[in-house]
């Protein structure tokens, strides 16, 4: 999945895991989590559930995004705003921090809020990749929804969703109601970026792609494109913003990822959505569940 870096301080005190240890593992809301140690990068982690890659973490360097789709989510990041002007963004899915970590610095001084809901695995991650105390991120323990509700209008500058169950998104955080919280808790011109998975025949990424078209006035994908052809299954990052997005540039970027991808917009997109219906809350279903093999 992919790879950027703007370099950050380095821990003072050293890795909080034995890199030459076995991976540190726990029973988690979500499954088994593990953390694996990057062999090419000394301070860097794999965040696993059930084996299934989740997070990668760079210590050392938290401007590093290894991860494809984490990096096109750093993409949203980038290009919101002037570089280093601080954001307030949510973060609906926790998993290891990566893209709060990625904020705070390559964004001093911007403020976040994670709300995850799998307690035991907050607490699995802060104890072995803790956040830098310094950073402004608060994590709350909540249903990704529930938690939504609970923040004030216009309050954030992004929100990204990037919230799986068992390799799944859960049915609830599919819908136009859904996406009319997070509406309601953007600031004019704000994002929203939303990690989502995917395969042949692409029924549930066209009608997220739907979805988020009956509720923003301007949308962007990015994928594989393999993914986009539906040859294999993988992740998509679906941007939407009442404001125009700067397509050319998030083109350019993604375009020379390290794993290069593809992006649709406008017309080709409303044709790749091929009148795929809107989601309700009455219809919503999970994302499908990964073909075996997917992360082998």
Known sequence: MARNARRASRPSKGDPLDRDAPPARESVGGGTAELVPDRERPHAWTLLLDRAPQSHVDLAEPGHLDFAYQRRLGHAVDLLAPARQPLRVLHLGGGAFTL??????????????VIEADGVLVAFVRAHLPLDPAARVKVRT??????????????????IADVFSGARTPAHLTSAEFLAEVRRVLAPGGWYAANVADGPPLAHLRGQIATAASAFAHLALA???????????????????DAALPV???TRRVATDPHAGRVEHGRD???FTGGA???RDADAKPSPVPPPGTFD
Do not use: C, H, M
């Open 100 to 113: 709060a970590r990625y904020v705070a610095a390559t964004r001093p001084r911007s403020t976040q809020q």
């Open 277 to 279: 219906a809107v989601v």
């Open 269 to 271: 997109l409303a044709d």
């Open 248 to 250: 050319a540039e998030l």
């Open 223 to 241: 994928a594989d494109p393999a993914v986009l052809r539906g040859r294999r299954f993988g992740n998509a990052v679906l941007f939407a913003s």
């Open 142 to 159: 909540a249903d990704a929804r529930e938690g939504l509700a609970k923040i004030r209008d216009g309050w954030a500058d992004l929100v």
